[in-house]
């Protein structure tokens, strides 16, 4: 009983950055602070509830790190969804993975997407998500001449933001379960002591605004686009949910000798089931943590762990002031002090962008196994990284990937070694930019 309680406060702790990060992060699509807040601890609970229940496996799930920003900066800002939309997408995506969890096909949806973009796809996402943290952080900032350029040494925004990225590594360094955790509280402490972040404790209420908001009639009015936006969040759940529950599985000694996960489909439909909870409550897909490694290190083996790590994601709820100082915009105010410039209305989270830059630093691992040695598949992994980055959009990174990797390997005679059904992603792909765009 000790071990899995001790195993699931110390998922909880090493997973827990997602309260302070998804609320801000879905506040740029407009969505009430307090609201997704609400919305992110209880599904975190609901899913954790449904992995010890169903699965009886120590996995803790929440809203997903790269989903989140797919929500706020592809769905909503990029291919203008309303929020209460981008629900309903989360929701149909759920819904679908569900459905392949029951009739267990999954694996061959699998099998549609080539390795090389299997592993890129994660990494360009972490790229994407620590460049978002580099400009809240003013470490990066716009410039009239280059676009971008870097910002201003000799104000607090971005040297505290250096300072809790360099805390942050090394307590992962001598390995501390809660390095993350540790480092957004430290930033944001050094930001009330330099005068970047307000003291005061702002007037944020617990509410139930997105619970329950979801608009299908939008969907159906934009449906080619809606089909495209329900693939990709699928896609990228059963990236996740795949490598976390391996990497975590196999870590934890329940793999069987030929590759086996014992009870794969309910811990599939543990994720399926979170996700459909949280878009309902009001937040973008939940799955399952990577984090729930430190939980096994620790002993936890049982769902009796996941229990405790859901409950505790319920009594992160009575810290709701706290985390709004922390998910505070210091944007305006850096602008006008360090660069001169008034009433900007950039967005600028200090407190945050450390967490934001190791957790994209952490996502790069897969990389290692991209053939990098191949052309076909080392140049479809690397376009699809850098037109996430530098086009400002996960779906254009996909979509530069499954294209450019049909086509080198049709060109090189090694076109048999393409799924069929990969050569009509990519020609929806072209069609997309030709003729929608």
């Avoid at 899995?4 to 009430?32: C, K, N, R, W």
């Avoid at 897909?285 to 409950?311: D, K, N, P, Q």
């Avoid at 080198?408 to 048999?416: E, H, M, Q, Y």
Wanted: proline share 4%.
């Amino acid at each position: 009983m000790r071990r899995e309680v001790v195993g699931g406060l110390t998922t909880f702790a090493t997973m827990s950055y997602i309260v302070f990060v998804q609320p801000t992060v879905l506040a740029m699509a407009g969505m009430d602070f307090g609201a997704v807040l609400t919305a992110t601890c209880l599904s975190a609970a609901l899913g954790c509830v449904f992995m010890g229940f169903l699965a009886r496996y120590p996995f803790g799930l929440a809203p997903g790190m790269g989903e989140n920003f797919l929500f706020a900066f592809t769905i909503v800002l990029g291919m203008k969804f309303s929020w209460q939309a981008g629900l309903a997408i989360v929701f149909l995506s759920g819904v679908l993975f569900l459905l392949l969890s029951v009739f267990r096909t999954r694996e061959k949806v699998l099998e549609i997407l080539p390795d090389c973009l299997k592993n890129a796809i994660g990494p360009a996402i972490g790229l994407f998500i620590a460049f978002i943290g580099l400009q809240w952080s003013g470490i990066v900032v716009s410039n009239p001449a280059t676009m971008l350029a870097l910002g201003s040494l000799r104000h607090g925004a971005p040297l505290i933001g250096l300072a809790g990225v360099l805390l942050t590594a090394t307590l992962m360094a001598v390995g501390f379960r809660g390095a993350i955790l540790a480092g957004i509280f430290v930033t944001a402490l050094l930001g009330m002591v330099f005068g970047v972040i307000p003291h005061t404790l702002p007037q944020t209420a617990l509410s139930t605004q997105t619970m329950f908001q979801l608009n299908f009639g939008e969907l159906i009015a934009r449906w080619d686009e809606a089909l495209m936006a329900v693939a990709l969040f699928f896609f990228l759940i059963l990236f996740d949910t795949v490598g976390t529950l391996v990497g975590v599985g196999t870590q934890a000694g329940f793999m069987t000798p030929d590759g086996r996960l014992p009870r794969a489909g309910r811990a599939f439909m543990a994720d399926a089931l979170a996700t459909c909870t949280g878009a309902l409550l009001g937040t973008s897909t939940v799955t399952a943590y990577i984090e729930s490694a430190t939980g096994v290190a620790a002993g936890a083996r049982t769902g009796l762990a996941a229990l405790v790590t859901g409950i505790c994601f319920v009594g992160a709820l009575a810290f709701a002031p706290v985390i709004a100082i922390v998910g505070h915009n210091v944007g305006p105010l850096y602008y006008e002090q360090a660069l001169g410039i008034k009433g900007s209305l950039v967005a600028m989270y200090p407190a945050v962008a450390p967490a934001l830059i190791v957790v994209g630093f952490l996502m790069l691992a897969p990389l290692r196994n991209v053939r990098w040695d191949d052309v076909t598949e080392s140049l479809p992994a690397f376009l699809t990284i850098a037109m996430m980055v530098f086009a400002y959009g996960i779906t254009e990174g996909i979509a530069a990937g499954c294209v450019s990797y049909a086509a080198i390997k049709f060109t090189t005679g090694r076109g048999k070694e393409v799924h069929p059904l990969m050569y009509l992603v990519a020609a929806a792909f072209i069609v997309r930019y030709a003729v929608l765009i």
